[in-house]
């Protein structure tokens, strides 16, 4: 007799059986092993339970174990709004790690969780601040409807903990007019030690909405604060009182000076005195010095993607297929990165350039933990050079302390987008030339292993941009042109945008550092963050550069002007933003974070969000690249659905096209049609990892799987690598070489 073991367990739950089903050591195991494919096969068990695993997932929230926990709330997430009674149930037990978890699925399944705002509010006043954050969170996640609970959230401006302060403030401001009634405390809150509970504070009065002129005179003494940040927000809350702030208007005036301020300001005087503002065009004035000499060509794989088109396809001649990294053949040398390092590399000149942290400390003089640019000699892999970007302190302290965008190499010149929102331009060769160069020559450390630093663009000080959890772009150049992607995003409460006026792109003139032209983009519509790099293509008998934004639409801009051309909507109108994993009847809205791809005459976009929301669904769109407008309907050639959320750039070539999901799926797509080819599962989540070598296509994922599949229209694996760490980032080819980064080491694979 043959039984079909899939109605095991839930039959044994109904039955209330205390066997397997109810035993939590199996589940324990397989939510906290390492490899995705048994925790995913895990959690889509339960959830394929229903209501039904309630009784496992209880125990499991008490497992104390965090990897279980937390793919146990995915599966919570999941369950949708069905599981919010049994989520405020397991809020009012005694188990803190239960309740922890249990808070932050009812922010995620929000608005559908205002029922849970009392309970929220009581969790606000529990002795662990873990909980009082995730609290504090949720509250913001409900909006409008957290009103009931805007009392406890003012009581909680004043928790020892600046963050928790912060995001209590956050939740304020979310809510807006119905916590009208904090606004004393918000006053008082201006005066706080730290910076960001400041701007948090400011946000919230501004959301509100002031109507009474006895705020203008703290306002006006908050509009000197040492944070641009909070000198933006104050800005704005003098502007809603509108005429009764007439006495801040000097200090406005005043403020105008400061180009990172001058669009909010504007609009602040435009609401008070009810005349237009122009606002000022933020144009640092740096001096050309020797940095406006003609570049140098110079070979190589110069920028991520390859190429401005982001189609990152290479020849394979001389490349070898049976490389090992296990035991070392043809591995001709490696470097150490970090622990979670998520920087792809360059090459060109004779070095790699690769952006990670500073845990490894190539330079010992520099401790701090931020992010940092390496350059490595290509052929044996000797250090030569790190550039760092130590915090600023300019907001919460959660900017990711590491560079994860790909540098730009020109000439002797690199680009790059530091960790903590700065435009750099650097001499490739450090100060091995023994030169330099300028014209910033202030370095008060030109040894042969530091960077020469030609100029800096501070993005955030000087446009007034607030990056969100990574400050990320791989630059491109149109001409003389850099093409820049902000990282303007949402606030530490994840529901406002703190700086909507600032600009989503820029054009900065690579010879210099001046700002050429700003486009505000997406502006207070971002919806978590902005991490896609642009694209540059050939549209008839123009060059068009192609954003993608934090709002899910794709922007087409003139290069040289920034003037918009088209913009097209990736989600539809339906779509609703929510983070966490998707469940029954939500289409949800994703953003941009893989790069446009422009090939054969047409754009390519896929959707996606931050990986550390979970698994759903989103499209993948293939552009006619012409028109102008809202070419949402009109230029759509097709639409693949059969897609999860990605943020990997896809690839193209000979009618085909290569894309992947964060499900851990490769997808072939004829790219004429948009119907599916063929599809290969690798088991775990694929971040950046593509690139096509010869006629193999490189595929990594999270477990640190290098998959190499035939590219053609018959699917065929011709090898699986396991690397010894994630795969995050593309892996490139130049020379006869093979670069893969891994989340900790960088290897260079030759022939030998």
């Not at 933020?282 to 110069?302: M, Q, S």
């Not at 983009?521 to 549209?539: E, N, R, Y």
């Amino acid at each position: 007799m043959v039984i079909n073991t899939r109605f095991i367990i839930p039959i044994l739950l109904l039955l209330g059986c205390g066997g397997f089903a109810q035993d939590k050591k199996p589940w324990v195991t397989r939510l906290a092993s390492s490899r995705y494919e048994i925790r995913e096969s895990a959690k889509q068990e339960l959830v394929s339970m229903g209501l039904d695993c309630l009784p496992i997932v209880t125990r499991l929230l008490r497992s104390g174990s965090h990897e279980v926990c937390k793919s146990t709330r995915d599966v919570l997430g999941r369950l949708g709004p069905a599981a919010i009674p049994f989520l405020m149930k397991t809020v009012r037990g005694r188990h803190d790690g239960a309740c922890y978890y249990s808070i932050t699925v009812l922010g995620n399944l929000a608005p559908d969780s205002a029922a849970a705002v009392p309970l929220l509010a009581k969790a606000l006043r529990h002795s662990d601040a873990d909980i009082v954050y995730e609290a504090a969170w949720a509250l913001a996640a409900l909006r409008e409807k957290a009103a009931p609970a805007a009392a406890a959230l003012t009581s909680t401006l004043r928790h020892e903990s600046s963050l928790i302060r912060t995001t209590a403030a956050g939740a304020l401001a979310s809510i807006g007019a119905g916590a009208r009634k904090s606004t004393p405390a918000l006053l008082t809150t201006l005066l706080d030690r730290e910076a960001p509970t400041r701007r948090a504070a400011a946000e919230a009065l501004a959301s509100i909405g002031l109507t009474d002129a006895g705020a203008v005179a703290p306002l006006t003494k908050a509009l000197a604060d040492e944070n641009i940040y909070v000198r933006m927000s104050v800005a704005r809350a003098l502007g809603t009182i509108g005429p009764a702030a007439k006495d801040a208007v000097k200090a406005l005036r005043m403020a105008m000076k400061d180009p990172a301020l001058a669009p909010d300001v504007a609009w602040a005087l435009e609401r008070i005195t009810g005349k237009k503002t122009p606002a000022a065009v933020a144009t640092p004035d740096l001096a050309t010095g020797d940095n406006a000499k003609p570049l140098t060509r110079v070979r190589g794989w110069r920028m991520l993607g390859g190429s401005p088109t982001r189609n990152a396809t290479a020849p394979g001649t001389g490349i070898p297929d049976d490389w090992d990294v296990g035991s070392g053949r043809h591995v001709s040398w490696s470097v150490e990165l970090g622990s979670s390092n998520f920087g792809g590399p360059i090459v060109g000149g004779g070095r790699v350039f690769i952006g990670a942290g500073n845990e490894k400390r190539y330079r010992p003089g520099m401790a701090e933990k931020c992010g940092t640019l390496l350059a490595f000699d290509a052929k044996d892999g000797r250090f030569l050079w790190q550039d760092h970007s130590p915090n600023l302190g300019r907001q919460a302290d959660f900017l990711l302390p590491q560079t994860t965008s790909s540098p730009l190499l020109e000439g002797d010149r690199i680009y790059y987008v530091t960790a903590q929102c700065q435009l750099r331009c650097l001499d490739a060769a450090g100060f091995r030339d023994q030169h330099n160069d300028g014209p910033f020559v202030d370095e008060k450390d030109t040894s042969k292993t530091a960077a020469d630093r030609v100029w800096e663009l501070d993005i955030a000080a000087a446009l007034g941009v607030f990056p969100h959890e990574a400050s990320n772009c791989s630059v491109i150049a149109a001409g003389n042109v850099l093409l820049v992607c902000t990282s303007n995003g949402v606030d530490e409460a994840h529901t406002r945008v703190p700086s909507p006026r600032a600009p989503s792109f820029i054009g900065v003139d690579k010879r210099t550092g001046s700002v050429l032209w700003t486009c505000a983009g997406p502006g207070s519509a971002i919806l978590h963050g902005q991490w896609s790099s642009p694209a540059l293509g050939k549209v008839g008998d123009r060059m068009l550069a192609f954003f993608g934004g934090g709002d899910g639409w794709l922007y087409a801009l003139e290069p040289q002007t920034g003037r918009v051309v088209w913009r097209f909507d990736g989600n539809g109108r339906n779509a609703v933003w929510r983070t966490g994993s998707d469940f029954a009847g939500v289409v949800r809205r994703n953003s941009i974070i893989a790069c446009p791809l422009f090939a054969d005459g047409r754009l390519y976009l896929g959707l996606g969000q931050d990986p550390e929301h979970g698994r759903g669904r989103a499209a993948l769109h293939a552009i006619d690249p012409n028109g102008e407008g809202d070419v949402s309907a009109s230029r759509r050639i097709w639409t693949y659905r059969d897609i999860g959320r990605t943020i990997a750039t896809p690839i193209a070539r000979d009618g085909l096209l290569f894309a992947a999901d964060l499900n851990g799926r490769v997808h072939c797509i004829d790219a004429k049609t948009g119907r599916r080819v063929w599809m290969h599962d690798t088991l775990a989540p694929i971040w950046g990892s593509l690139l096509l070598l010869g006629d193999h296509l490189l595929v990594g994922n999270e477990d640190g799987i290098l998959v190499m599949l035939r590219a053609g229209r018959k699917k065929k694996v011709v090898r699986e690598v396991e690397m010894p760490s994630g795969l995050h980032a593309a892996p490139v080819a130049f020379a006869g070489t093979l670069y893969v980064a891994t989340a900790a080491k960088l290897y260079a694979i030759r022939k030998k």
